[in-house]
């Protein structure tokens, strides 16, 4: 079975600053799809950034950018220019090419962002 | 982009009574839903997986006869809470998975209160 650890239960960071979130995951499988969702106060889970495993460039949406270990099983979300809105619950997900449709959620990073 | 609308947003029964939650999928066919609970500062738990025109798929824990789950048509899912309890007071969220490999949207949760 697939598991997702984030051992990061909180983080802060200033405003306009540089922050990282680590995500470690373990599987056996060789294909299989990688997430950030944002959860902010309003509860609403939105998606991040997501990273196919075969692919060896790392994904980048604007500010948000991973560094993706395939070998390490390392999948961590790098935010840059913190912004107030950044502010929220992170949580790294996996799920296997085939198979199981089930997204595989870690515990998430509660990561606030101060003026 | 694909848009999952839930409802109610927030609902307060008392205690005995039964509740239903609507997840409609708003500009897409979801063959395949997902429902979660997700109690204060924690992750996301997988209850169950529902497949258009089949039954649904429960995680194991899950008491299938409290928490009915109906996927009746590509556009609607709907779990409905039997003899509500105080301890089934909690936050749920359903989700649908994209075609292509695209991913999930999510719903904008209910919470749901118990007394």
């Known amino acids: 079975a697939q598991t997702v650890t984030q051992s990061q239960p909180e983080m802060s960071v200033q405003e306009a600053e540089t922050v990282t979130l680590s995500c470690t995951y373990d599987t056996s499988e060789n294909n299989y799809y990688l997430f950030w969702y944002k959860q902010p106060p309003s509860r609403q889970m939105i998606l991040v950034i997501r990273?196919?495993?075969?692919?060896?460039q790392n994904a980048t949406e604007n500010r948000f950018s991973v560094n993706f270990q395939k070998a390490a099983k390392s999948f961590s979300l790098k935010i840059s220019d913190s912004q107030l809105g950044d502010t929220a619950m992170y949580f790294c997900?996996?799920?296997?090419?085939?198979?199981?449709?089930?997204?595989?959620f870690g515990k998430g990073t509660k990561l606030t962002v101060n003026p | 982009g694909a848009v999952v609308s839930q409802h109610p947003s927030w609902v307060i029964c008392k205690s005995g009574t039964s509740v239903k939650i609507e997840c409609r999928s708003l500009d897409f066919q979801a063959t395949t839903m997902f429902w979660y609970r997700q109690f204060p500062k924690q992750s996301l738990m997988l209850m169950a997986t529902s497949n258009e025109g089949s039954k649904a798929t429960y995680e194991q824990g899950v008491e299938k006869d409290k928490f009915l789950i109906n996927h009746a048509s590509l556009t609607l899912s709907t779990l409905t809470v039997t003899s509500a309890h105080p301890e089934d007071s909690s936050f749920y969220i359903c989700?649908?998975?994209?075609?292509?490999?695209?991913?999930?949207?999510f719903g904008s949760g209910t919470r749901l209160t118990v007394v």
């Open positions: 990273q196919e495993a075969y692919k060896q």
């Open positions: 989700s649908a998975r994209l075609g292509g490999d695209y991913g999930y949207t």
């Open positions: 997900a996996f799920k296997a090419q085939g198979g199981s449709e089930k997204l595989v």
